[in-house]
């Protein structure tokens, strides 16, 4: 680039590239669809609006990220997939702070993404979830507060009522359901508002059964308003009882009963029941 002899970082996306200068300001040049420059206007080299003390770049698609001395990280560009982490979907020519970031030592942006590494070695995400690209697996996990919009889109995928959620560590932190869904939804419709992050919803107090408690206990322990039981080891969920599995299990085992003339194994119950929560 002509001109341009301080850079320290070059960073190419869809259409244009963007430079980390000496100074720790950003400028950008090519197409600024969607904004993706950081200015509303541009003429060549165009200087990212309010952004400074840059330690890091990455551009995505249609949306950049810089992260900061301070440890926070600052977005621009396209949001339709809530790129920006700003908690909105709405597009920005200035750059907005990605929520919760205050301590980033790594920054990397995807198509519509983000994902950070912590001085704690934990790892955030953000923005676009298809398919599973924030982490989504056996569980929905957090990484930085996906979408209740990212949460439904996976619980309608996967025909799921409910999931437990994780951290980046894999530990249970709380569970979602379609009811919390709902509730974030369509309160963000009657009061105009953006419906928020997964954590911000979610059930932070659920009962757990260990891997190897045996059907009685868990029926026991079933209350009138629980729908599911996580099965934890080590604060780490390794499977998911729901009422149905109970019932399913009482009705097979009432068969085992009928057809024996004497008493049931319950160590050979447990044993099953376990193998059952692994699924």
């Given at each position: 680039m002509v001109g341009l002899r301080d850079a320290t970082q070059l960073s190419v996306g869809y259409q244009r590239t963007c430079a980390r200068r000496l100074g720790g300001t950003v400028v950008c040049w090519g197409?600024?669809?969607?904004?993706?420059?950081?200015?509303?206007?541009?003429?060549?080299?165009?200087?990212?609006?309010?952004?400074?003390?840059?330690?890091?770049?990455?551009?995505?698609?249609?949306?950049?990220?810089?992260?900061?001395?301070?440890?926070?990280?600052?977005?621009?560009?396209?949001n339709e997939s809530g790129q920006l982490g700003d908690g909105s979907l709405m597009g920005a020519v200035t750059p907005v702070y990605v929520r919760g970031l205050t301590s980033v030592v790594e920054l990397s942006t995807g198509g519509s993404n983000g994902c950070v590494r912590h001085a704690s070695g934990r790892l955030s995400c953000w923005g676009s979830n298809t398919p599973d690209?924030?982490?989504?697996?056996?569980a929905l996990s957090p990484v930085a507060s996906p979408t209740i919009v990212d949460a439904v889109e996976v619980l309608t995928r996967r025909g799921c009522s409910g999931a437990p959620v994780v951290d980046a560590f894999g530990r249970v932190v709380g569970v979602l359901t379609q009811e919390c869904c709902m509730r974030a939804i369509s309160g963000a419709i009657f009061n105009a508002e953006v419906p928020g992050k997964v954590d911000d919803?979610?059930?932070t107090e659920f009962v757990t059964v260990g891997p190897e408690a045996d059907l009685f206990?868990?029926?026991?322990?079933?209350?009138?308003?629980?729908?599911?039981?996580?099965?934890?080891?080590?604060?780490?969920?390794?499977?998911?009882?729901?009422?149905?599995?109970?019932?399913?299990?009482?009705?097979?085992?009432?068969?085992?009963?009928?057809?024996?003339?004497?008493?049931?194994?319950?160590?050979?119950?447990a044993v099953g029941w376990s193998a059952l929560t692994q699924r």
């Open positions: 197409s600024n669809q969607f904004a993706s420059l950081g200015a509303e206007e541009h003429d060549g080299r165009t200087p990212v609006t309010e952004l400074d003390f840059v330690v890091d770049l990455a551009v995505g698609w249609r949306h950049s990220c810089a992260r900061l001395a301070s440890g926070a990280v600052r977005c621009w560009g396209a690209r924030l982490g989504f697996t056996r919803h979610m059930h206990r868990v029926v026991s322990i079933f209350r009138a308003e629980d729908r599911r039981l996580l099965v934890v080891d080590q604060d780490r969920v390794v499977g998911i009882i729901t009422r149905g599995d109970a019932l399913r299990a009482l009705a097979a085992l009432r068969k085992v009963r009928d057809a024996r003339t004497n008493d049931v194994d319950i160590e050979s119950v």
